[in-house]
């Protein structure tokens, strides 16, 4: 992203990243980072591609984006851990509802992002394109965080060779 693109970026998820619920994310751990960083990179993503395609609706696309995972663990308490992979996008919607206008497109993009682990199908272009995107972003995610848990295992490993007397 280019200055101009990164003040654009900042500018129209501004009120959304100084929501108190909304910060709380960054003590929420999702692949191994943040819900917070998952969010924020799964609408950087998706900024960026709404870009390269001279999108009309970047703006209201890329703040859906960051929306499309909006809850925390004890909004989902009650759920078992497979009922949470279904419940939690029309959590993320009630959560967004309460602070945030959002439009039939956004509000699809928010509910239909985990299909087809969910029967919510995307109505909309958009709401493919980010639930493609989430997809991308949370392999990426997943591969690092693995990669990086299996180097740390590594020099755990070796440390202990090392250490030990011969
Ligand atoms: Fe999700
Ligand atoms: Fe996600």
Known sequence: ????????????????????????LNKELH????RYDHSMRVAKWTYKIC????????DEITRAALLHDFYIDKDLASEKGHEKLGE???VALENSLKYFDLNEVQQDIIKSHMFPCTK?????????????????????EMLRFKASL????????????????R
């Open 51 to 58: 870009n390269l395609f001279n999108s009309q609706k970047t």
């Open 88 to 90: 939690h996008p029309s």
């Open 31 to 34: 692949h191994g980072i943040s």
């Open 1 to 24: 992203m280019n200055i101009n693109q990164s003040e654009d970026f900042n500018s129209l998820i501004e009120d959304i990243i100084k929501n108190n619920k909304f910060k709380s």
């Open 150 to 165: 299996y180097v740390g295992i590594y020099f755990l490993f070796l440390f202990e060779i090392i250490r030990l007397p």
């Open 120 to 140: 919510v199908i995307p109505k909309y272009k958009e709401s493919w394109l980010v639930s493609g995107v989430d997809k991308a972003v949370s392999t990426y």
